[in-house]
């Protein structure tokens, strides 16, 4: 008989910092299934659609996979700059990190509607905030979020 073991949540104070680690070549494979589930490939084509929305005028390629160290993850595009737009406003260039805590923070927000699956969604759209929030760049990324 399994043991089950309760998971629990320590809410993040101001000073506790969320690190992110680029998952290597090998680990790629099982990184979004463990991340989303069954979801792993909603999810990432999401999130393709997603930054070709905000970001019409990049040039598409290769993306990394990024770990969190409070378990959740984001992907980035491997560029050094990127434009990203509103339907309204274009923006300065922002970094391929920026561009990848947004897109998918907005990609998960689409999913979660989408789907009413506010479990797994929300689980990952709150430790990719808590991480946004202690990112060098979190004004950046907070003033995107809100455009």
Not at 38 to 65: I, M, N
Request: net charge positive; with cysteine; glycine share 8%.
């Amino acid at each position: 008989m399994a043991t089950q073991v309760a998971k629990q949540v320590v809410p993040l104070g101001s000073s506790d910092v969320v690190t992110a680690a680029v998952v290597s070549g090998c680990e790629r494979i099982a990184f979004l299934g463990r991340l989303f589930g069954g979801f792993k490939y909603t999810v990432e084509a999401r999130v393709y659609a997603t930054f070709e929305d905000l970001s019409p005028r990049a040039p598409r390629g290769v993306w990394q996979f990024v770990q969190l160290s409070n378990g959740g993850g984001y992907l980035r595009p491997v560029v050094d700059k990127c434009r990203l737009s509103t339907r309204t406003q274009w923006f300065a260039p922002v970094s391929a990190d920026v561009a990848g805590v947004v897109t998918t923070i907005a990609a998960l927000e689409v999913l979660r509607k989408q789907y009413r699956a506010e479990g797994i969604f929300g689980m990952r759209l709150s430790q990719l905030r808590d991480f946004a929030r202690t990112h060098q760049e979190g004004a950046v990324i907070a003033y995107l979020l809100m455009a």
